[in-house]
Structure formats: structure tokens, C-alpha cells
């Protein structure tokens, strides 16, 4: 079943709960995905769908962020709707994790000592690894930690 259906189908089930708030964040993250097909021509794969699902969840966030404090409705509304975008987007790997991984590409490059010349290598050999699994600013930060 594609994340299309599955959406679909929780929509609904919010129309009948009444949950409005649950029903347009569906709508919207829905409305996303079928515009992302009608643009491909074909459906999505399971990377393409976990890509946009993880591109709403940014621009919501990125929303909150940039929204004055003293707009609390819309502040809100961006937190009900990220909780619903949330439900449906894959799992992200943990801090541990996202080491695992800087590590298993240092070894690879075999680079024991990093500094910031070898930040453009490794960055570029890790993102295809953890991307759509893992926060880029997460991933920046703790390679930016390693380095020397």
C-alpha cells in the first residue's frame, strides 16, 4: 500500500472523528505527494514519499521558527500539524547512530585524524548514507565535532 493510500485512509478516518486540525495536515501532506506523482508521471518509490513527508516536516519547522512569538495561533497550528507529519515520516537515526556511520566513513577514507580540508570528503561520502534517515544539521554538526 503507498504512503498515498495510507494517508488517505487516515483522512477519512479523521473526517469521521470530526478532527479537523488531523484532516487538513493530512490534506495538505496528501496534496504534496500526488502533486510530487503528477509531476513524476509514475508513482513515487518509498525514498521519493519518506523525501517529502521529511520536506514538510522542515518547512513546518522552519515556519514555527521564523513566526513571532506573540503569534501563538499559528505557532499552534504549525506544532498540531508537525505532530501529524511526524506520524508518518521514517525513522531517524540517533546521534550513536549518525557516529556509527561518520566512523565507517573515516575508515573507509582512511583518515584517522580528520581536519577541516577533509570536511568536503566526508561529508560527501556520508549524506548518501543517512540521507532522508538522518537531520543534515545533526549529521553537520557531529562531523563538525569530530574534526580537529
Do not use: H, W
Not at 521514517?90 to 550513536?96: I, L, N, S, V
Amino acid at each position: 500500500m503507498s504512503m498515498i493510500d495510507v494517508i488517505r485512509k487516515e483522512m477519512m478516518t479523521a473526517m469521521k472523528n470530526k478532527e479537523k486540525e488531523r484532516k487538513e495536515s493530512l490534506s495538505m501532506l496528501l496534496n504534496a505527494l500526488k502533486n510530487a506523482q503528477i509531476d513524476k508521471r509514475e508513482d513515487l518509490t518509498e525514498a521519493e514519499e519518506n523525501s517529502i513527508i521529511a520536506k514538510e516536516i522542515k518547512q513546518t519547522k522552519e515556519t514555527i521558527d521564523s513566526c513571532p512569538q506573540d503569534r501563538t495561533d499559528i505557532i499552534e497550528e504549525c506544532k498540531a500539524r508537525l505532530a501529524v507529519l511526524e506520524e508518518f515520516a521514517p525513522e531517524q537515526m540517533g546521534e550513536a547512530q549518525i557516529a556509527e556511520q561518520i566512523q565507517a566513513v573515516l575508515d573507509e577514507l582512511g583518515i584517522s585524524e580528520p581536519t577541516m580540508k577533509d570536511k568536503g570528503m566526508i561529508m560527501k561520502n556520508l549524506m548518501p548514507r543517512v540521507k532522508g534517515k538522518a537531520d543534515g544539521k545533526l549529521v553537520n554538526e557531529l562531523v563538525g565535532a569530530r574534526l580537529q
